[in-house]
């Protein structure tokens, strides 16, 4: 008889019995142990042991067995710790043990073990989930969730992933300083340590490798410089730094956000000096300031290896006067009004040098958004006040996506923008990363015939690198900078439905970086290890068709206002349906600068949704089976004609939007499909079909025509299943 007050659990098999004290029962019958029973055995159950001889102290004990039975884990203690051993269910074989706190003892825990037995995940009351291994009871990861919905997860060599691009204000590095216990960003470390897919590659569902960080961790961290802006002004500002030990790197400045000084250190500095004060001159950088209100003046040092950053210093510069209104008295409204313009570049690659990298709808992509974005900004701006550069491979002679079109736009903009103006940048087509784990992210522009970058002279022919756009959008004065990419990693299209745009760690690591050096919001296609797709169920990128929506739901906001940061969260949320949709799987991130507040970049009213273009999806049918109702064969070949006329159907024709998608498969989620039977009487043929979505049953079809004339019966069936 199992006495009362234990845990209890069966194997899935039913063989196995298990059962654990808990701490009151332990306390009173001085029995501490944990049995595990073969009932099919009939033997006595079996003490559970440890190498050190330790008594389970859990006040709440837990026992699980792993989804096939083979592994059994159950509380332990000793040496002053409490832990969950780990055991093999048949012989017994001591594995290893998971360490927890003495404290945490007293909180009931959550165990599941993994499908494939290999991990166990561990839930303590408000703590952190801990992942751990079924080999020895090594600790994996740790999953944190903040009340907000920020995450973040974390292993014990110091690798991280986390909601917003990295940056969760709830969680944060804490370094011993000879100036005291300093907390630094998360994402301070991200050029070490930030691994997007984490939790995925330690559960063994990505491909990609963990990152390596063992050279990090030998070396250790050489502490930032501190940083103190002694005073400050329009002109200029002095700025001290003293040596903490890890030298005085790059020290860079920035004006409301943006980067307007790269490094402020004078040419030929020592890095390894004890202090440098720093006079900055200011005089150039007079454009980016906003007139007639407070602008933030900042200054980030970086240590001599550039692998930390200090927090950021920080004063406030009064802007210059605003100009004035001549045509308006002083002192009257309107005086010193100044009206914000939108400027836009929207790039669209699709057909490339050769077929070996086309897409079918980047260039389109580009299109639509250019002329739902001139919608909703001549509505918010003005038409005078928005400017839209849109350069596509559906283009030819200048407005065709080369890398000199599209640096030179943004050069254009630079020169012109001023920084209450707003900046939107839209990339759709094929990107690669070059450079490994912690290589660079680049563009491919309309001169790429391949995705090969090995050779530098075809890097700076062919592609633009993350680099270059952070240079291209810091040049840009604008305090309001907005960039999102629907590109890829991958080859061509490789499948008639779905082209794929893969984002690898290391380009959202590159994006990252762009975000925190020009304050701008960034919104990729996907997230690290994910696919884009371009889907001919939507005639283009999920992306894309997702933000068209976005801009026709404007109108239920406030004021009509299409709101970056809401117009992204509505992308974010309909992406992943939409890929579901078409069999995929594909989740945008978005990723925003620091502190920084959302703002309008455009107002779409009830009257100019109809303008916005937005392609209604079209149903995907798959490939369709008729047999003769008499042999149960197909003897007229209507299967095969019915299939190239719903191929036909398929294909836009002068200018004829296609009513559907045909789909050469047999299964395909939320997809139709015709079966049917016929019969025949001398050249007269009966035919009796389902129209089906799964096993659902949507609509009859029913037609009839000559044996002779086998085509006409099939668009006859095709025609009559469309109009359904």
């Known amino acids: 008889i199992v006495p009362g007050d234990q845990a209890l659990r069966l194997s899935s098999d039913g063989r196995f019995l298990a059962y654990a004290a808990t701490a009151s029962y332990a306390v009173h019958h001085d029995d501490y142990r944990t049995y595990l029973w073969d009932l099919a055995s009939g033997d006595v159950p079996r003490v559970l042991t440890t190498p050190t001889g330790g008594r389970g102290v859990w006040h709440e004990a837990v026992t699980e067995f792993s989804h096939n039975g083979d592994l059994?884990?159950?509380?332990t203690g000793g040496d002053g710790v409490a832990g969950l051993g780990i055991w093999e269910t048949a012989t017994g074989r001591w594995r290893g043990r998971a360490l927890f706190d003495f404290n945490e003892v007293f909180t009931f825990p959550s165990l599941s073990f993994t499908p494939d037995g290999g991990r166990f995940l561990v839930a303590l009351g408000d703590g952190p989930a801990r992942l751990f291994s079924?080999?020895?009871?090594?600790?994996l990861a740790e999953i944190h969730q903040f009340p907000n919905g920020e995450w973040a997860i974390v292993d014990p060599e110091g690798r991280y992933d986390a909601s917003n691009g990295g940056d969760v204000d709830g969680l944060a590095w804490v370094l011993d300083?000879?100036?005291?216990?300093?907390p630094v960003r998360l994402a301070q470390l991200k050029a070490r340590y930030y691994d997007p897919g984490l939790l995925a590659k330690h559960l063994g569902l990505s491909d990609e490798p963990l990152r390596d960080?063992?050279?990090?961790r030998e070396r250790g961290l050489s502490l930032y410089p501190a940083v103190e802006i002694a005073e400050a002004g329009r002109a200029g500002a002095t700025v001290r730094l003293r040596n903490r030990g890890g030298g005085i790197g790059r020290v860079q400045v920035l004006l409301n956000g943006a980067e307007v000084v790269a490094d402020a250190r004078p040419e030929g500095f020592d890095p390894g000096s004890d202090s440098l004060t720093v006079v900055l001159d200011l005089v150039p950088s007079a454009r980016y300031f906003l007139p007639d209100t407070t602008n933030a003046l900042e200054v980030v040092a970086e240590n001599a290896e550039g692998s930390l950053r200090s927090r950021r210093a920080r004063t406030e510069v009064m802007g210059p006067p605003r100009a004035r209104n001549p045509d308006v008295a002083v002192g009257a409204e309107g005086e010193d009004d100044y009206a914000p313009h939108l400027w836009a570049v929207v790039v669209g690659t699709g057909d490339y040098s050769g077929a070996a990298l086309d897409l079918r709808f980047a260039g389109k992509d580009a299109t639509d958004v250019a002329t739902g974005l001139r919608v909703a900004a001549e509505r918010l701006f003005g038409q005078e006040r928005t400017h839209i550069a849109l350069l596509t491979t559906d283009a030819a002679g200048e407005r065709r996506p080369t890398r000199a079109a599209v640096l030179a736009s943004l050069d254009s903009v630079a020169a012109l923008a001023d920084p209450r103006d707003v900046l939107l940048v839209y990339l759709a087509g094929h990107g690669v990363i070059h450079g490994g784990q912690e290589g660079d992210f680049y563009y491919l522009t309309a001169e790429a015939a391949s995705g090969d970058l090995s050779d530098a002279a075809v890097r700076e022919a062919v592609a633009i690198s993350s680099s270059e756009l952070e240079d291209r959008l810091a040049a840009v004065p604008t305090v309001r900078r907005v960039l999102i990419l629907d590109t890829c990693a991958s080859g061509r299209v490789v499948e008639q439905l779905s082209a794929p745009r893969d984002v690898p760690g290391a380009q959202v690591r590159s994006l990252d970086r762009l975000k925190d050096n020009t304050g701008t919001f960034v919104l990729a296609g996907s997230a690290a290890d994910a696919v884009s797709y371009e889907a001919s169920h939507f005639g283009q990128g999920l992306l894309t068709w997702s933000l068209l929506e976005g801009m026709r739901l404007a109108t239920e906001a406030d004021d009509n206002a299409l709101d970056v940061l809401a117009w992204f969260d509505h992308a974010e949320r309909r992406v992943p349906e939409l890929a579901r949709s078409v069999g995929g799987v594909q989740k945008p991130q978005l990723v925003m600068p620091q502190g920084s507040g959302s703002y309008p970049v455009g107002r779409v009213r009830p009257e100019d949704q109809a303008r916005i273009p937005l392609e209604d999806p079209r149903p995907l049918v798959l490939r369709a089976s008729f047999q003769d109702e008499a042999t149960f064969g197909d003897p007229?070949?209507?299967?095969?004609?019915?299939?190239?006329?719903?191929?036909?159907?398929?294909?836009?024709?002068?200018?004829?939007?296609?009513r559907l998608v045909y789909v050469d498969a047999e299964g395909y989620p939320e997809a139709y499909r015709l079966a049917g039977r016929y019969t025949r009487q001398g050249d007269r043929v009966e035919v009796e079909a389902r129209l089906l979505r799964g096993d659902a049953v949507e609509a009859e079809v029913v037609a009839s025509g000559a044996a002779s004339d086998v085509v006409a019966l099939a668009a006859d069936v095709v025609a009559r299943a469309s109009a359904v």
């Open 134 to 139: 079924t080999e020895d009871g090594a600790l």
């Open 72 to 75: 059994f884990v159950a509380p």
């Open 636 to 658: 007229l070949g209507l299967t095969r004609a019915v299939n190239e006329a719903l191929r036909e159907a398929s294909v836009a024709s002068r200018g004829r939007r296609p």
């Open 177 to 182: 300083t000879p100036d005291g216990m300093e």
């Open 213 to 216: 960080v063992a050279a990090f």
